[in-house]
């Protein structure tokens, strides 16, 4: 038998600003991954991972989480119609 509990989470000040901080650098990492997909003409994960994780980590300071995560929603918006650029508003 599964159960569900809701809750209501109450972040301070202080952690709002840190999570709306990390959803601006992982969708300006979506932008960079979006840039390097579309010069390089491709929407396989595995491909453009070995080219950006590395410098997603770096630049944008992200977990290997939200990197894999990142990489992951651009390709996905970037299958959808590869003849533009997906953009990813801050």
């Known amino acids: 038998m599964m159960q569900t509990l809701k ?3 109450e972040p301070t000040p202080e952690q709002v ?3 709306r901080e990390t959803m601006h ?3 300006a990492a979506c ?3 979006a840039d390097k997909a ?3 003409r491709t929407a396989n ?3 453009l991972q070995k080219v950006v994780y590395y410098p997603i980590r770096e630049q944008f300071n992200l977990s290997a989480q939200m990197a894999v ?3 992951s929603k651009t390709c996905e918006a970037y299958k959808r119609d590869k003849s533009i650029k997906p953009t990813f508003d801050p």
């Open 7 to 9: 809750v209501k989470l």
């Open 17 to 19: 600003q840190a999570i």
């Open 25 to 27: 650098q992982f969708n």
């Open 31 to 33: 932008n960079f991954v």
């Open 38 to 40: 579309f010069e390089l």
């Open 45 to 47: 994960k595995i491909e």
């Open 69 to 71: 995560r990142a990489i």
